[in-house]
């Protein structure tokens, strides 16, 4: 089963506006990931926040980290229609080698 | 940064046939490789792990009789989608991980399959 579940599901917002993803998740984690994917593509890794920080930012994106609630957030701020793209939260299963467990993921379009 | 190169990106083959899709990563050694699945509006399921040297992990309900992995070098991982049929269509996507507990994924660009 998925470890983590997202919300919502998808968001259709105007260009400009913020946009916020969430993601709760099931068991204790070292990591917590974000990954972006445009329709028929990989994945592209985004962010990584370790199990000790509360926020992390990289340009125009910013990702907090509550472990005791086991939930996190990807925000993107001043969106672009080139942010149009399907987003995935993942863990890492503890002493699985990297092995990665998705969220079922936002699928956020951005309209010019 | 970190690149992995799957090939091919799109197949389409008959039934009953087999078809490999090569995963490389290109500028560093991946010990580890992971192999996943993806159906359409929906997230990925791990399919199995991929290591070099020894037998693959394969995850629970994933035949591995149907899904052949190798990993011969540090560098190349292949799976074969063996006896091919319209339900195995999907988009498989393989990744591989750099050192540290730390350190994310990175993934090929996928490759489309469609069985007629």
């Known amino acids: 089963s998925q470890q983590g579940e997202e919300d919502p599901q998808a968001l259709s917002i105007q260009e400009g506006e913020n946009a916020t993803m969430n993601c709760s998740y099931k068991t204790s984690i070292n990591n917590l990931q974000w990954y972006r994917q445009n329709s028929g593509r990989g994945l592209v890794h985004l962010i990584l926040?370790?199990?000790?920080?509360r926020e992390k930012h990289s340009g125009r994106l910013r990702v907090t980290l509550d472990t005791s609630k086991k939930s996190s957030s990807l925000l993107i701020t001043a969106s672009r229609a080139a942010d149009t793209a399907s987003y995935f939260c993942a863990t890492p299963l503890y002493n699985q080698g990297g092995k990665l467990i998705f969220g079922q993921g936002t699928e956020l379009s951005v309209k010019p | 940064g970190a690149v992995v190169s799957q090939h091919p990106s799109w197949v389409i083959c008959k039934s009953g046939t087999s078809v490999k899709i090569e995963c490389r990563s290109l500028?560093?050694?991946?010990?580890?490789m992971f192999w996943y699945r993806q159906f359409p509006k929906q997230s990925l399921m791990l399919m199995a792990t991929?290591?070099?040297?020894?037998?693959?992990?394969?995850e629970q309900g994933v035949e591995k009789d149907k899904f052949l992995i190798n990993h011969a070098s540090l560098t190349l991982s292949t799976l074969t989608v063996t006896s091919a049929h319209p339900e195995d269509s999907s988009f498989y996507i393989c990744?591989?991980?750099?050192?540290?507990?730390?350190?994310?994924?990175?993934f090929g660009n996928g490759t489309r399959l469609t069985v007629t």
């Open positions: 926040i370790r199990s000790n920080e």
């Open positions: 990744s591989a991980t750099g050192q540290g507990v730390n350190s994310p994924l990175h």
């Open positions: 991929s290591n070099e040297g020894s037998k693959a992990t394969y």
């Open positions: 500028d560093f050694q991946a010990t580890t």
